[in-house]
């Protein structure tokens, strides 16, 4: 019997916030598959300024269960991702990068001239309104959401997790000394030991609109006039 591959849309729908695992752990070519799929998440400039670290240590699980004020994902569950920022890897070199575009045939010389300078007016210019930190974290939230859906297609379950003291989970994952680096977020991952059931999303309506942003009266689309009372 061939087994069911979850399509995206079933994986959206069918993930579930899991705060409860089973102590069993996860096998390591399913965490390299999906560590795997989790570089493969778009970045700003393809600059690849995410890191991801894998914690499964009891030591290092412990760390993170007193960083995250006690809650029960990190004591229960085998396996915490925690998504790295690296606002500054701009002013590194990308060499291997463009070479590798080159490789596969998506840029060539002239593309990657153009595009290498574009990247760093563009990375100055946030310098300048102090925005790289919030741009390479929304790089490393969207490696976050990769692994959810991805997680969830492997039968693992998962818990986004934002509620946590950023210099102890830097000092459990040994960067505590460094402040060009944040902390995105952290993920558990493990089997589930609870059934969370969906708990429903406000109606479309409610938080979907088209051309401009509306108040929850304005429903009507593309019109710029007021919908129904």
């Known amino acids: ?49 995410r890191s991801i670290v894998a914690v499964t240590s009891d030591e290092g699980r412990e760390g993170l269960a007193r960083a995250t004020g006690g809650q029960p994902q990190p004591q229960e569950a085998p396996l915490m991702l925690v998504f790295v920022a690296e606002p500054l890897s701009w002013r590194e070199d990308h060499s291997d990068v463009y070479e590798q575009a080159r490789r596969n045939g ?32 929304k790089d490393a939230m969207i490696a976050a959401s990769y692994v959810l859906l991805a997680a969830t297609e492997m039968g693992l379950a998962t818990s986004p997790m934002n509620g946590w003291d950023e210099a102890e989970v830097k000092k459990v994952i040994g960067i505590e000394d460094r402040d060009d680096l944040a902390i995105a977020l952290l993920i558990s991952l493990g089997y589930p030991a609870e059934e969370r059931r969906h708990p429903g999303r406000r109606a479309q309506e409610r938080n979907v609109f088209h051309e401009s942003y509306g108040s929850p009266g304005n429903t009507t689309r593309g019109t710029g006039q007021p919908g129904p009372e």
């Open 1 to 49: 019997m061939t087994p069911h591959t979850m399509s995206v849309a079933e994986a959206i729908r069918t993930r579930r916030t899991v705060r409860h695992y089973r102590p069993d752990a996860i096998p390591a070519a399913a965490l390299d598959a999906l560590l795997a799929l989790a570089i493969e998440a778009p970045t700003s400039w393809n600059l690849q300024d």
């Open 106 to 137: 998506a840029w060539n010389d002239e593309f990657v001239t153009m595009f290498s300078a574009a990247s760093q007016a563009f990375q100055t210019d946030l310098e300048e309104r102090g925005l790289l930190r919030e741009y390479a974290v």
